[in-house]
C-alpha cells in the first residue's frame, strides 16, 4: 500500500509542525485553522477554519479557487506547484447545498498513486475544510520510462511466478501503466502497476508496483499470495530475493 507525504531524505519533521503550520496559515490569512500535518515529511494533510467556513478569494469556478488557495499557500502546506499537479476527478453537491471536490495528483498525465485532496464548501460558497495525502517530491520524479510496458509486464509476470513456484505460463499480466510511487523511506519513483492473474490455477490476481528504473517490486494488493493447487501447497509469502529492491532483501 503507499504510504504519502514522505521527504525525500526520510527525516522526520519537527514534532511542533502543526502548531507552526496553525500559526503560519493564520498569519497569511487572519483566521485561526485546525491543521494536522504528515508526521513524516510536515506537509498539511487536513485544514479547517476554526470559527467557521473561509471565504476563498473570488475565482471563476470552486476548484479554481482550491487551487488558488493551496497556491497562494504552498509552502505552508508543503506542496511544489498545486494549480499543475493538482486534477478534479470528482465534483459532487450535497442536498444541503454543499459542494464537495477531489482532486489526484498528477505529473506530466503520470498519475501518483493514492494521491488525493478534497475540498468542501459550505451553501454559500466557504471553504468549510480541505485535506488529503500529497507525495512530496513527486513533481520532480523523470516521466519517462526506462522500461517498456510489455517488459514491466513480463517482469511482473516472472516475479509472481517464482514467488508462487509456478511456471511463468500459468500466468497472464494485463497492460502496465506508467504512475509515480511514493514511499515514506525513500523519494518517490517513477513505477508501473500491473495485474497479474492465472486462469490455470486458483490463485488470487496481483497488482504489482513495479520500480522502472530496477523492476523491483515497491508494493503490491494484497500482500499476499496463496497457491491453492496442488492441494497440499502451502502459503509462498516472499518474492526471490532479485525481484525485491536492495533495501528489502534478506541480509
Known amino acids: 500500500m503507499a504510504l504519502l507525504g514522505a521527504s525525500a531524505n526520510g527525516a522526520g519533521v519537527e514534532p511542533d509542525a502543526d502548531a507552526a503550520a ?65 486534477v478534479v476527478t470528482r465534483t459532487g453537491a450535497a442536498g444541503d447545498g454543499s459542494l464537495h471536490i477531489r482532486f489526484a495528483q498528477i505529473v506530466n498525465n503520470v498519475p501518483v498513486y493514492g494521491a488525493v485532496w478534497d475540498a468542501h464548501f459550505n451553501a454559500a460558497g466557504r471553504l468549510t475544510s480541505t485535506s488529503g495525502d500529497y507525495a512530496v517530491g513527486a513533481f520532480d520524479v523523470s516521466t519517462r520510462p526506462r522500461l517498456s510496458a510489455t517488459a514491466a509486464a513480463d517482469r511482473a509476470r516472472l516475479c509472481v511466478a517464482e514467488r508462487a513456484k509456478l511456471p511463468p505460463d500459468s500466468f497472464t499480466a494485463g497492460e502496465a501503466e506508467l504512475e509515480i510511487f511514493p514511499s515514506r523511506n525513500a ?59 536492495e533495501g528489502r532483501r534478506t541480509p
Not at 517513477?190 to 508494493?219: E, I, P
Request: positive net charge.
Open 22 to 86: 496553525q500559526q503560519a496559515l493564520q498569519h497569511a490569512t487572519g483566521v485561526a485553522w485546525i491543521i494536522h500535518t504528515d508526521p513524516h515529511s510536515g506537509a498539511v494533510r487536513f485544514a479547517a477554519p476554526k470559527d467557521g467556513a473561509f471565504e476563498l478569494p473570488a475565482a471563476g469556478s470552486p476548484a479554481e479557487a482550491a487551487l488558488a488557495f493551496l497556491t497562494t499557500h504552498r509552502r505552508i502546506f508543503g506542496m511544489q506547484d498545486p494549480a499543475r499537479e493538482w
Open 187 to 245: 523519494s518517490p519513483a517513477l513505477a508501473w502497476r500491473v495485474t497479474v492473474r492465472s486462469s490455470r490455477y486458483r490463485l488470487d490476481s496481483r497488482k504489482l508496483h513495479l520500480d522502472d528504473r530496477s523492476g523491483t517490486v515497491l508494493a503490491e494488493e494484497p500482500s499476499v499470495i496463496f497457491r491453492r493447487a496442488p492441494a497440499d501447497s502451502g502459503p509462498v509469502r516472499a518474492y526471490p530475493e532479485h525481484c525485491l529492491p
